[in-house]
């Protein structure tokens, strides 16, 4: 399976100051990556997968529909924007895999021997309990 099919025209890039890691840097450059990427506009993904990546989103969807990718662990703007990119193909990646259909199966001849037996030996135990067995 190739990459993700992701159009620039579907994204929004948005650069603010960040924390951590940058000295002097951090209160001047807005070296953090913020991409917003535009669901509902995008017309390469196929509806399935929309509806997949919108589950997989979490709490980083919007009300809008957007998915907002924050990256702010590097201390260049260039490394934040591909680490927030990164971050999305690969969201995109795992919405592109169809989830397994589960098959319904019975329990099998032993499995059903096994449950009734430990019902028995349970059974026996609590009967004994009763019976004044610990006098």
């Not at 000295?23 to 807005?30: D, E, I, L, R, T």
């Not at 998915?67 to 193909?89: D, F, G, K, P, Y």
């Not at 990646?93 to 989830?99: F, I, K, N, T, W």
Request: cysteine-free.
């Amino acid at each position: 399976m190739n990459g993700p099919v992701i159009r620039d025209e579907d994204l929004e890039w948005t650069f603010i100051r960040s924390s951590g890691p940058g000295g002097q840097n951090v209160n001047k450059v807005a070296s953090a990556a913020q991409l917003r990427f535009l669901l509902a506009a995008n017309a390469t993904l196929a509806p399935a997968v929309k509806q997949r990546l919108r589950r997989l989103a979490g709490r980083r969807l919007t009300d809008d529909g957007d998915i907002v990718i924050t990256a702010r662990t590097e201390r260049s703007q260039a490394e934040n924007r591909r680490a927030a990119l990164e971050r999305l193909q690969e969201l995109v990646r795992q919405a592109q895999v169809e989830p397994k259909k589960r098959r319904k199966t019975a329990p099998t001849r032993a499995s059903k021997e096994r449950r009734l037996d430990t019902k028995k030996k349970r059974g026996v135990a609590k009967q004994q309990r009763r019976s004044g067995a610990w006098d």
